[in-house]
């Protein structure tokens, strides 16, 4: 498809764009490190029939190209996907300046932009194929280095709807990006202590699927949310939202501490932080808890 552009900011390892770059040199943009320039760039593509894909790490694309993101792409309504890769704290050792782990948050404010997360990468070549089709600006978060495989490719995925993975009735986890996983190998550990979890993955942030939150709330009684984002914004807050307004129920956030993030590798991080199996377990423990006393 000769429509499609792909855009980079001296990202083109990062974003894994070497073999698309050199088979189509014509619709590939290197930027430069002008993170705003590119996404400027993108939407005047756009605007003349283009279909932009904007590839660079997550970190400086939500931040420093912010201002163009909420204008030049949403407020404008330009068919520009923009491509956050490397997120979370995938960059572990190289510290807070490269953690965007308030991503979700400020584009989840901005009108008019789908925002995304995949947790595995099946999912993520079918959101690569959806988003061709799905017209108007998005922005899609995804990780950096390999992480389970969730998926068998026979799933369908519509952008707007949680995908539930795994059915259960007393507690409802709500997990996105790569703790999809670690939410279904909680999920099995409380199982063996007799615990029904259902596990549901939020791919899809704004527009967030609020039937099925408002369905887990009703069923379940009790949510536990995980994200590898700040606890302020993000997924967690969401769906407290949601539930707090239609139906009330205990809700622990697995999140980031809202303060200056230690550095180490990512696994590291997520453990230190509570981001993992053990550490949805145990918050799934402490809100039934909270529901059943």
């Keep these: 498809d000769p429509s499609i552009m792909?855009?980079?900011s001296d990202a083109t390892g990062s974003a894994s764009l070497g073999d698309f770059s050199a088979e189509l040199p014509e619709q590939f943009v290197e930027c430069g490190i002008?993170?705003?320039d590119m996404v400027g760039i993108a939407a005047g593509l756009a605007s003349v029939g283009k279909?932009?894909?904007?590839?660079a790490p997550a970190s400086f694309l939500s931040a420093r190209s912010f201002e163009q993101v909420k204008v030049d792409a949403a407020y404008s309504n330009k068919d520009v996907k923009l491509?956050?890769?490397s997120g979370g704290i995938s960059y572990g050792a190289l510290g807070e300046s490269h953690y965007s782990v308030q991503d979700f948050a400020a584009m989840r404010a901005v009108a008019n932009l789908a925002v995304l997360c995949p947790s595995d990468a099946v999912q993520a070549a079918a959101l690569a194929r959806a988003l061709c089709e799905y017209k108007g600006p998005a922005y899609v978060r995804m990780g950096r280095g390999k992480c389970p495989v969730v998926y068998d490719g026979s799933e369908s995925f519509r952008i707007g709807r949680a995908q539930l993975c795994r059915q259960g009735g007393d507690v409802s986890i709500i997990a996105v990006g790569?703790?999809?996983?670690?939410?279904?190998?909680?999920?099995?550990m409380l199982q063996e202590e007799g615990v029904s979890a259902r596990v549901l993955?939020?791919?899809?942030?704004?527009?967030?699927?609020v039937?099925?939150?408002?369905?887990?709330?009703?069923?379940?009684g009790a949510i536990v949310t995980a994200e590898e984002h700040s606890i302020n914004g993000g997924l967690g807050a969401a769906v407290a939202q949601l539930t707090a307004a239609e139906h009330p129920v205990p809700v622990r956030c697995v999140a980031l501490p809202a303060e200056v993030l230690l550095c180490g590798s990512p696994g590291e991080m997520k453990s230190h932080y509570g981001l993992d199996a053990e550490g949805i377990a145990a918050a799934c423990r402490s809100v039934l808890g909270q529901k059943n006393g």
């Excluded at 279909?51 to 590839?55: E, G, L, N």
């Excluded at 999809?180 to 999920?187: I, K, R, T």
Aim: glycine share 2%; hydrophobic share 50%; with cysteine.
């Design 34 to 36: 002008a993170e705003q």
């Design 178 to 188: 790569e703790l999809v996983a670690s939410a279904l190998d909680a999920a099995e």
């Design 6 to 8: 792909v855009l980079t």
């Design 83 to 85: 491509i956050g890769v």
């Design 211 to 220: 039937e099925a939150v408002m369905e887990a709330a009703r069923e379940t």
């Design 201 to 209: 993955d939020m791919f899809t942030l704004d527009p967030i699927d």
């Design 51 to 55: 279909r932009p894909f904007v590839c």
